[in-house]
């Protein structure tokens, strides 16, 4: 491991709970230690599951105590190698250092750190109130992109690691319903095409995910969402798709030609559409 020259970017001593310290070595092959940023999240949670059936160590990372403890049970019950959890508003860009540091150390390093926070936020109230689409733009793309350069780096120094994002097919192209969240993830999808163009030649992976709609507890309320994704299926691609490094991903599959069609639709016929 070679020795990091940003003072940013030294590790602080864990603060562990809960159970064993992790290995020291992960194989190649083997268990992999996953950082999962917005551990609470709907799709989040049903990826660790997959990866706490398999034995991984786990860092896992939310705002709500409740829930999180009852994911890390979850995961420690289904057989993780090593469950470590702690209680954080991602917001807060200016504890992502000492918190990302404390979390590769309890883990023992970092083979995937894994990013699902995100708000849906309220588009009619974000077109009258500027501190509501601020609020949005910042945990959707301020937030992750802090997150995203602290662990770049760190990879990067490593020659090692993959940093899987969820971003959205909303960011392919802005709509009236909700264009404030997809210009989020539109920002987010850019800044990780540059970032895995800027890294994938220091031996790290990039991935950008891309669902469509999703039964989580982003889309409850949303109309027709009986008919969403199915997120256990939606999570074992994704899981799936960080095994394989992959650069992107659009899950379910379809969303690839969807979202074609759309970018493809000429704008002054766009601008008519109630979409
Ligand atoms: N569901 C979909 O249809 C869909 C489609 C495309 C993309 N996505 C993206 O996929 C990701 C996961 O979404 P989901 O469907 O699983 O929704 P979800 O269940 O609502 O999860 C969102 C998670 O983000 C967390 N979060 C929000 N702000 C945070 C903050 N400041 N600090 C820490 N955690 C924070 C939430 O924590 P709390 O529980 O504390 O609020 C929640 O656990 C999001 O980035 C979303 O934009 C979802």
Redesign the pocket.
């Known amino acids: 491991m070679s020795t990091p020259t940003n003072p940013q970017l030294e590790p602080v001593l864990p603060t562990r709970r809960n159970t064993e310290p992790a290995t020291k070595t992960t194989p190649a092959t083997g268990p992999k230690r996953i950082l999962v ?10 990826c660790i599951r997959l990866w706490a059936e398999r034995g991984d160590s786990l860092y896992l ?4 105590a409740d ?2 403890a009852a994911v890390a049970a979850d995961a420690r019950t289904r057989g993780a190698g090593y469950v470590n959890f702690v209680v ?5 860009t200016a504890t992502h250092p000492e918190l990302l540091a404390h979390a590769i150390n309890s883990l023992a390093g970092l083979d995937v750190a894994y ?6 936020g309220e588009q009619p109230k974000a077109e009258r109130n500027f501190d509501e689409a601020a609020s949005i733009l ?3 793309f301020v ?2 992109v802090s997150l995203l350069t602290w662990l770049a780096n760190y990879c990067a120094q490593r020659h090692a690691g993959t940093l899987a ?6 960011g392919d192209r802005g709509r009236k319903s909700n264009y404030v ?1 997809g210009s ?2 539109a920002g987010l999808s850019a800044f990780l095409a540059g970032l895995r163009n800027r890294v994938d030649r220091e031996g790290v992976t990039v991935i950008t ?11 409850q309320s ?1 109309k027709g969402s009986e008919k ?2 199915n ?1 256990d299926k939606v999570a074992a691609t994704i899981v799936k798709a960080i095994d394989k490094g992959q650069d992107e991903l659009y899950v379910p599959g379809i969303w690839r030609i969807i979202m074609g069609v759309i970018r493809a639709i000429p704008e002054r016929i766009f601008k008519k559409l109630n979409l």
């Open positions: 940023l917005g551990a609470t999240s709907g799709i989040a949670e049903a990372v939310a705002r709500n829930k999180l954080a508003d991602l917001d807060k990013l699902a926070l995100g708000v849906l910042h945990t959707n937030a992750p994002v969820l971003s959205s097919v909303a969240y989020s993830k995910i891309k669902p469509g709609p999703v039964k989580t507890a982003m889309t949303m969403f994704a997120v």
